[in-house]
């Protein structure tokens, strides 16, 4: 086994599991598998408003049944405070922090923050979330498929938030403390998460973390051009029929499966998968799908 190799899928309970997720699993897991590394479970429940009670073990099962196989136990956020605190209290010892009495209203759907309270220090008593104070400099990273990515958080974004108003914290800390205590070494996940891959980065290089390698994915979209999720009604996989879901992951993936292979075994999908997985063969850009597997 190569253990210099970890990736890592990281769905969240929100709801059942769906072919987009399926698709992000897969590719996730053969990047693993190719290079005889190590994939890792993470479930990410960190925001309690959001989950669907018994989502999380469903989707252990889920994935069970389509033969995904992870190592070691399964990371649960919600049993992750104390690392999530620990880095934020390293954060505010360095100044890097500043307490954000700005609400929705007051900021009135500005996509960038416009340093408001970047003055504010130290504790306060009325509800505030906690941003990270962002330097102007640029971030750049060379994503495995969407190639040279640049970005000025501080002229894009602005300081972003850490932890929330309801002291939850956010999920761009804690999926950075997360990644470098599970030792990941590259993370593939879907293209829409590739906005806030410059935030993580950051954040690794203010906690003086290791930065892992990335890669994003195709998101997979309805006919109306939405990401399939649960806000959009996507359909929770078909346990019953693992094969010719998996076959079709690989197809939107690029893989060009044989035809004969949808009808075939799990394991003999699996197997034909790993012995021909082909990362030029992926789409780079987010790809549109009118015909979603049967379920």
């Known amino acids: 086994m190569n253990t210099s190799y970890r990736g890592r899928f990281a769905p969240s309970p929100t709801g059942p599991l769906h072919f987009g997720s ?3 699993a897969v590719g996730s897991y053969l990047a693993a598998s190719i290079q005889n590394g190590e994939w890792y479970l993470r479930i990410e429940d960190l925001d309690p ?3 669907v009670p018994g989502a999380a073990d469903e989707i252990l099962r889920c994935l069970d049944t389509f033969g995904f196989a992870w190592h070691g136990k399964v990371v ?5 405070h104390a690392a999530y605190h620990a880095a934020l209290e390293q954060l505010q010892k360095e100044r890097l922090t500043f307490p954000c009495i700005c609400t929705r209203k007051v900021l009135s759907g500005s996509p960038i923050y416009p340093g408001n309270c970047r003055h504010r220090q130290g504790a306060m008593e009325q ?3 906690t941003r990270l104070r962002v330097a102007d400099k640029r971030i750049q990273f060379n994503d495995r498929l969407q190639g040279l990515q640049r970005q000025n958080i501080a002229k894009e974004v602005g300081d972003f938030i850490i932890q929330r108003a309801d002291h939850l914290f956010a999920y761009q800390l804690a999926v950075v403390v997360d990644d470098a205590e599970q030792g990941i070494t590259e993370v593939i996940r879907g293209s829409d998460l590739l906005t806030v891959t410059g935030r993580q980065i950051y954040l690794q290089q ?3 973390l290791t930065t892992p390698s990335y890669g994003h994915l195709p998101i997979v979209v309805n006919p109306a051009g939405d990401k399939l999720s649960k806000q959009t009604f996507a359909q929770p996989l078909n346990s019953d029929q693992p094969a010719p ?8 993936l690029g893989q060009a499966p044989p035809a004969a292979l949808k009808d075939d075994s799990l394991s003999e999908i699996w197997r034909w998968a790993k012995a021909n997985w082909c990362w030029h063969a992926i789409p780079s850009q987010p790809k549109k799908t009118t015909t979603l597997p049967d379920q």
């Open 22 to 24: 399926l698709v992000a």
């Open 49 to 51: 408003p959001r989950e």
């Open 245 to 252: 879901q998996l076959w079709y992951a690989l197809q939107f």
């Open 206 to 208: 203010q906690l003086q």
């Open 127 to 129: 509800p505030h979330t």
């Open 76 to 80: 649960y956020q919600s049993q992750r």
